[in-house]
Structures are given as C-alpha cells and as structure tokens.
C-alpha cells in the first residue's frame, strides 16, 4: 500500500521530453519557492526569539550559578516549554491569533526557548568559576558576572547549539504549515488532501533540498565562526 502510494508520486519522466515533463513536474516552482522562503524565515525568527529567551533563563537554570530556587524555578518553566510539543503549540497560537506565520514563530519560540535553554545552562555549568570569582571581587554584581564572567567562556556552545536548533525549526515550520502556521506545509497539505500526487514529490524534494543546503551552510558557519578546535571543545 505504501509502496502504491509512493510510486503515484513520482512523475513519469520520458528521455525525448525530459525537460518539458521536469517543468510540468514542478509548474509551481516559483509559488513553492517563496513558501520556502517563508517557512525559513519562521524557523529563523523562532530561533532568534527562543534563542534569546533560553538564554536569559539559561543563566539561573544553572546549578553552579544561581541558589537553588531560582534554579528550580527556571528549570520547571523550560521543562514546560520544552516538553509540550511544537504542534500543540501551534494550534493553540493558530486558534489564538488565527492563521498564519505568527502562529509558527511563536511556537517554534517557545519550543525553542525550552531546548536551547537547558542546553545553554549546560554550557554555563562547564564555565570556570575563577573569572566569576574575580568579577565578584572587584564589586560587579550577579548580572555583570554573567555578563563578563560567564558568557565569553560560554560562546562557542551557544552558538553551535543555536545554529543546530535553527536545522532543526526549519523542518519544524515546515511541518507547522499542516496546522495553518504558515510556510510551505499549508500547500503540500492542500496537495495531499486534493491527491495531487506529483506535486507531493516536488514539494518534499524542494524542502529536503532547502534542509540539506542550510544544513551545509549551517557548519561552514560553525567551522568559520567558531573553528575547527573550538567546536572539537564544544
């Protein structure tokens, strides 16, 4: 039966008229593209929005850096937003706010927040506590030590883990679009539901494509960003 199913979707590709059965096989090329260009941009504001969130509660999730209340605290608020997943979330902003890309960003946030800040506290607990110390001492207060103390030590895992999750919510908001959150998921929604079998196809190859090419530029950042050895520490 699967098999059945995956052979309707694929064209038939004759050798005398390839390049015309190839045009007809992606006749929205265009419209697809720009939907793409969409689901991008809200797995790349969620990851902003989340990334920034994680990292303020990262701070105080940290065992070796904050008392244990505010550890305790932080650490049941990302729990929540991390466990709760990302399509429930989006019919919930879907049905608050109506359809759209909004729904998707908020989502994919507040997902995002949750994974990237128990990632980032993580991180922060590996930091040495020296510097920490030493900001202490000069009269800086908590903030200034996390500031100054903590973060420099703690930026070659942040951004790896930021540019990771960012893979991962492009193929997050890519699925979103089946709830209404915007991106191409609505129109490959639509072609299921209309049997429009070989714009199935062309659609998944398009965002697998679109994956493989931010997963590629994605560790060519890592690489130029941070180098080879700090992501071998990371």
């Not at 100054?148 to 908001?173: H, T």
């Amino acid at each position: 039966m699967a098999a059945d199913y995956i052979g309707r979707t694929l064209p038939v590709l004759r050798a005398e008229t390839l390049g015309a059965d190839i045009a007809e096989w992606f006749w929205g090329f265009d419209l697809w593209v720009g939907l793409l260009l969409d689901t991008i941009l809200i797995g790349y504001t969620g990851t902003v929005l989340g990334g920034a969130a994680g990292l303020l509660l990262s701070f105080p999730a940290a065992t070796t850096l904050a008392p244990r209340w505010a550890v305790e605290l932080s650490r049941r608020v990302l729990e929540f937003a991390r466990t709760v997943p990302t399509l429930v979330f989006a019919l919930i902003f879907v049905y608050a706010f109506g359809l759209g890309p909004l729904a998707g960003v908020l989502a994919i946030a507040l997902h995002s927040m949750g994974a990237l800040g128990k990632l980032f506290a993580e991180v922060h607990e590996n930091a040495d506590l020296r510097t920490v110390d030493a900001v202490r001492a000069t009269g800086g207060s908590w903030t200034q030590a996390m500031r100054y103390g903590v973060l420099p030590q703690s930026v070659p895992g942040v951004l790896s883990f930021g540019l990771l999750r960012f893979e991962i919510n492009v193929r997050e908001a890519s699925v979103l679009g089946l709830v209404g959150a915007g991106g191409i998921g609505e129109e490959l929604y639509l072609s299921v539901r209309q049997f429009e079998y070989p714009d199935i196809s062309a659609i998944l190859l398009l965002i697998l494509a679109t994956v493989m090419l931010i997963d590629q530029i994605c560790t060519w950042l890592r690489h130029r960003i941070l180098g080879v050895e700090a992501l071998r520490v990371a």
